[in-house]
């Protein structure tokens, strides 16, 4: 009898050890304080008293009760707080006053309160307005129509405003976007538009936006500001399709200080959204004439001018002369530094397309117009 009981006891720490253990295993995942084995002494613990929340309705009614002003955020505190009726008077007539003159002042298109600070609509997502503004400036049409053109970022902006162009809208994500324009913004005249950046993201031709669009009128050859006095040069472009290359050959146009640019018919929109942005800044500093029928371009070029043809698809030999196409056309044809540019009054350079080169108007133009006083380059 003795021998069957110290069995059964046996067995039965057994198996509260293996149930301690499974124990253990699956509340492992939790991160537990601290482990407490069967035989380690409760004397030397030293956990943390947790804060237990009793969550009897009684309690908490009689805590409402005491205080009152206490339970709630700071938001609420603020709200539970009465202001006296003559200090309440004067806190709702100054915020009239200043809706009424933020109305006035945004009525008027001025951009600075009396603070200095720029005054700007805010809309929401999707607007109605926002798209149908943005939308009739992505088209050719609509642009040549209404006049007015599309920039992004803060450097065409700023470019623009100090060529003295009109500035109309500018629609923006971020408030601090605007500061980099504050030194060179006029007093009245441009309408601010705050949007979500998520919108602007729809909107934009960039993998990153800038977050900032700029909406002007359309610059013509009479309002171009200079920054210097152009060189007696003049750039015929010749069909050239690819906007990059456009915007390209207008910044080195600027760069090289031309006098005017010439596009005839067939070459890429020049307010496009890439080559305007390619361009970095040149439409506003160039007068460009776009959309020349060749039967109009001897009214653009200057008088006693030297015309240059810039064609690479010409063979020039010592011994076998030239191609016989310039030989029937009696057009001398010698390499760019064979040249003196000194000696000329005055300059035009005929540059082809990417795809089809000097077209044969290019040449028939010259010819016809201008007799022998031509260099194919």
Not at 17 to 46: A, C, D, I, M
Not at 136 to 153: I, P, T
Request: with cysteine.
């Amino acid at each position: 009898m003795l021998i069957r009981r110290l069995l059964i006891q046996t067995i039965a720490q057994q198996q509260s050890q293996v149930n301690s253990v499974r124990l253990y295993g699956r509340w492992l995942h939790r991160n537990p304080v601290k482990v407490l084995l069967p035989f380690e002494p409760t004397t030397k613990l030293h956990l943390k008293k947790e804060n237990v929340i009793n969550m009897n309705s009684k309690i908490l009614n009689e805590t409402e009760e005491k205080h009152p002003t206490e339970i709630g955020n700071d938001e609420n505190k603020h709200f539970q707080v009465s202001l006296p009726p003559a200090k309440s008077k004067e806190v709702k007539s100054k915020k009239k006053e200043k809706l009424r003159k933020r109305k006035f002042y945004l009525s008027q298109q001025k951009i600075f309160d009396d603070n200095c600070e720029i005054i700007y609509e805010k809309f929401k997502d999707n607007d109605g307005r926002i798209s149908t503004l943005l939308t009739n400036l992505k088209s050719k049409k609509e642009r040549l129509r209404s006049r007015q053109v599309l920039v992004e970022g803060w450097r065409l902006i700023v470019d623009g405003l100090e060529a003295k162009c009109k500035l109309n809208y500018v629609i923006f994500s971020r408030v601090e976007d605007l500061n980099k324009l504050r030194p060179f913004l006029p007093k009245t005249g441009i309408k601010f538009f705050k949007i979500p950046y998520k919108e602007i993201e729809l909107w934009s031709n960039v993998e990153t936006s800038p977050g900032v669009f700029g909406i002007f009128e359309m610059p013509t050859s009479e309002n171009i500001r200079r920054l210097s006095k152009p060189l007696p040069l003049d750039l015929i472009c010749d069909n050239i399709r690819v906007p990059g290359n456009l915007g390209a050959i207008l910044r080195i146009a600027v760069g090289a200080g031309c006098e005017k640019v010439l596009l005839t018919k067939g070459c890429v929109d020049v307010w496009e959204p890439k080559v305007v942005r390619s361009a970095a800044g040149a439409h506003f500093r160039l007068p460009i004439h776009n959309g020349i029928d060749w039967e109009d371009m001897p009214k653009f070029l200057e008088e006693h001018t030297s015309v240059f043809i810039a064609d690479s698809d010409v063979k020039i030999t010592e011994y076998e002369g030239v191609d016989d196409k310039f030989d029937a056309l009696r057009i001398p044809v010698l390499p760019y530094y064979g040249v003196q540019y000194s000696t000329l009054h005055h300059i035009t350079l005929v540059i082809g397309g990417e795809t089809e080169g000097i077209s044969e108007d290019s040449y028939r133009l010259v010819f016809l117009v201008l007799g022998t006083e031509i260099i194919a380059l």
